[in-house]
């Protein structure tokens, strides 16, 4: 089969990628597989960005809507998803892919071969973590301990993500040897990259986040959470932990006005996009493009095929 050429525009939130990864599509002939950590949830639309029907402007579109939001993901579930959607398009119909996310770990994961699940579960060292988890300031004391484990996993985890940083707990108390160390990167044979990520002024990409979420509060943020609670997803979902949803969640208990939370909402927000630019510089072969010059788009598009 040879080399499947995997074409990947990433970036911080907020900075443009949705739009121009289906201008992309439409001009280019790819198909576009998203590469988002919480769109892949169902009726979690608003909080998530996903793209709607319009917005999609007849792209096909893969990878979104996976599972339902009472459900837990890995990555290691994404990859395998992934790897088998990208080598069947191109067998089928030789269909050109355009990954469009910033979830930096899901790139990784395909990219390098991460084997995710090398180490088995503990799961009664998970049951501790959890109940520390739960106590006031728990997840905080959780995200603690991996930091004096392995400073660079902690660094590069939230508190909030909990699942993973349970995980790199357990991987390092498991083998002695911390998260950010363990066997197993290399690169997939299977794929040629070319990945370009969006980039912009610090103001001025935090000024389009802090304006997102206002946008999401108008289109209805508070009432998504409402109705996936009022269906039965629990507050401690791994779906619940999503920027947006987490912070909703003490508003509709009473406990934070609506200023608040749109605050917290734009400070989290803010917070993960800084996070996700220093995962991203890690990759050497990230091309950068400034979207806010005039000729963005053609240098994104450039850079997508070269060599071609």
Known sequence: MGQIVCRVLTGPTASGKTALGVRLAREMGYEILCMDSMQIYRRMDIGTAKPTAEEMQGVPHHLMDLCEPTENFSVADWRDRADALVKRLWTEKQARVLFVGGTGLYLEALRDCLDMGQVPANEERRRELHALAAEPGGREKVHELLTRMDPETG????????????????????????????????????????????AMERPLLYERIDERVHEMIRKGLKEEVRSLLAEGVPETAQSMSALGYKEMIPHLRGETSIEETIAAIQQGSRRYAKRQMTFLRRMEEICYVDVTRADAYERIGERLVAGE
């Open 155 to 198: 660094e590069r985890l939230h508190p909030n993500d909990l699942r993973r940083v349970i995980r790199a707990i357990e991987v390092t108390e498991t083998t002695g040897v911390p998260f950010s160390k363990q066997p197993g990167k290399k690169k997939n044979p299977d794929y040629q990259w070319k990945i370009v990520s969006t």
